[in-house]
C-alpha cells in the first residue's frame, strides 16, 4: 500500500492573510515589513506619504 499521508504538501497560503502580524511587501516601495492587519499591504512609511489610499 502507498501511504503517501506522510508527505507534507505545501498549502498556499499566501494570498489569505490568516495570519495577524505577517511580514509583507509594499506594494509602493518594495520595502518589507511587518504587516498589523490582513490586508495592510502598504507600509506606514508610504502610508505616511500620502500617497496611498483605500480604495
Ligand atoms: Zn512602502
Known sequence: MNDMSDIAVPTKDEERDIVT???????????QFASEWA?????????????????
Open 21 to 31: 502580524q505577517k511580514t509583507r511587501k509594499c506594494l509602493l516601495c518594495g520595502t
Open 39 to 55: 490586508g495592510e499591504r502598504v507600509c506606514k512609511k508610504c502610508k505616511a506619504t500620502a500617497a496611498w489610499r483605500q480604495g
